[in-house]
Nanobody, 131 residues
Framework: EVQLQASGGGLVQAGGSLRLSCTAS??????????IGWFRQAPGKEREGVSC????????YYVDAVKGRFTVSSDNGENTVYLQMNSLKPEDTAVYYC??????????????????????WGQGTQVTVSS
């Protein structure tokens, strides 16, 4: 069974950077078959799809609020996906989750941002951006 481990969260000042990692286990070469999505959930708000990267075709997705600031990448050898977050804003404060979806293409933006199409979830990592 696929297991995902998210890490890298922390406290940072506005304008700073963090890099989140999502490492998969229980499935060799997960990116051959799965897309990895990043979601976030702030207190009192719904879970929001932030980014997605597909191993099938290399496609990516970003929600408008993070375009130009966040970059998703993968390291197949390490079975790990990264979310590089730059120019962080207080409104980026949330618990960030990674999730895996079998055969999802991230060019399908409605599905890429929908939590319902993801099969496996990691535990969250807290990101707090102070003003």
């Amino acid at each position: 069974e696929v297991q995902l481990q998210a890490s890298g969260g922390g406290l940072v000042q506005a304008g700073g950077s963090l890099r989140l990692s999502c490492t998969a286990s229980g499935y060799a070469r997960i990116f051959d078959d799965y897309a990895i999505g990043w979601f976030r959930q702030a207190p009192g708000k719904e879970r929001e799809g932030v980014s997605c990267i597909s191993g099938t075709d290399g496609s990516t997705y970003y929600v408008d609020a993070v375009k130009g600031r966040f970059t998703v990448s993968s390291d197949n050898g390490e079975n790990t996906v990264y979310l590089q977050m730059n120019s962080l804003k207080p409104e980026d404060t949330a618990v960030y989750y990674c999730a895996a979806s079998w055969s999802l293409l991230c060019t399908n933006t409605d599905m890429a941002a929908s939590a319902t199409v993801y099969d496996y979830w990691g535990q969250g990592t807290q990101v707090t951006v102070s003003s």
